[in-house]
């Protein structure tokens, strides 16, 4: 994974994402079962991608909704890691 960025670590089966205030959140990786559990559940592909993180990140909606947008797409690029 030499195209990781230096705010990111992948050590086995998470992520640890560090956030432009310093702040880490970890991620777990993502599994088949909790891609259809947030489909399931979700309206939309905005919606199920934050059901997801929030799994996957332990977090609350409010606490993703509270993220910059900056920090979000670290939590994007995280989950692509994983995804390839």
């Keep these: ?3 990781t ?3 990111i670590i992948v050590d086995g089966s998470e992520a640890v994402i560090t956030l432009t205030d310093g702040k880490t959140v970890t ?4 599994k088949v079962l909790d ?7 979700s309206k939309s592909a905005e ?13 609350t909606p409010a606490e993703l909704d509270q993220l910059s947008i900056k ?3 670290r939590l994007q690029e995280a989950f692509k890691l994983f995804m390839s």
């Design 5 to 7: 960025p230096e705010y």
């Design 47 to 59: 919606d199920t991608e934050l059901k997801m993180f929030g799994d996957l990140c332990q977090m």
């Design 35 to 41: 891609m259809r559990a947030a489909q399931k559940s």
């Design 27 to 30: 991620m777990r990786e993502p």
């Design 71 to 73: 920090n979000y797409g």
């Design 1 to 3: 994974m030499s195209d």
